[in-house]
């Protein structure tokens, strides 16, 4: 079963907002995955931030990890359309394992 | 680099017919997983190769389907008979071992199957 969950399931906003998106596991992870899908094409991953890391910025992206809490954050700041498409968090226990996501948040940015 | 390579993109059958999807991944990357995504929901894994070893198949239906990767290299993933409920996106992904990285795993773009 998928262990992640992420919060909200939807989310609607203009262009040149931030977009926050969470997620929460259930299990002890190694890394977790933030990854981009548009319109039902291939994963395209954004940024993987470790258990022993607390933060991690990648351009407009920035991901936080509460491993006492399990869980994780994904902000998107000054979004733009081409932002449109939904993001799914995916945590492994050990590098190389299987990543177990969750359902997906669609963010959609109106211009 | 180039990607994961998937074919076909699209594929439509009828119940009970039999279906192939390929896959193959980035040059050098050890391990290949099959997901399978249901509409609306996030990937789920069907199979995990190392090399051409099966390191996690405890989601795959093993009644109906079946994966193998000879010569540790490309791989096919075989639905026999397809049930309506197979309609999904069949995504292959890859990566290399853990003293290559960590980095993220490298998708394909899937192949969309619809059963009818």
């Known amino acids: 079963s998928q262990q992640g969950e992420e919060d909200p399931q939807a989310l609607s906003i203009q262009e040149g907002e931030n977009a926050t998106m969470n997620c929460s596991y259930k299990t002890s992870i190694n890394n977790l995955q933030w990854y981009r899908q548009n319109s039902g094409r291939g994963l395209v991953h954004l940024i993987l931030i470790r258990s022993n890391e607390r933060e991690k910025h990648s351009g407009r992206l920035r991901v936080t990890l509460d491993t006492s809490k399990k869980s994780s954050s994904l902000l998107i700041t000054a979004s733009r359309a081409a932002d449109t498409a939904s993001y799914f968090c995916?945590?492994?226990?050990?590098?190389?394992?299987?990543?177990?996501f969750g359902a997906g948040t669609i963010l959609r940015v109106k211009s | 680099e180039a990607g994961v390579a998937q074919s076909p993109r699209y594929k439509i059958i009828e119940k009970r017919q039999s279906v192939a999807f390929w896959c193959n991944p980035i040059s050098g990357h050890a391990t290949l997983y099959w997901y399978q995504q249901i509409l609306g929901q996030g990937p789920k894994l069907l199979i995990q190769f190392q090399n051409n070893g099966v390191v996690d198949d405890s989601q795959l239906p093993k009644d109906r389907f079946s994966a193998e990767r000879l010569k540790g290299v490309d791989s096919t993933l075989k639905i026999q008979p397809a049930k309506l409920e197979d309609s999904a996106v069949y995504l292959c992904a890859s990566s290399p071992l853990q003293r290559q990285g960590p980095i993220g795993y490298t998708f394909g773009s899937g192949t969309r199957l619809t059963v009818v």
């Open positions: 995916a945590t492994t226990r050990e590098y190389g394992n299987k990543l177990v």
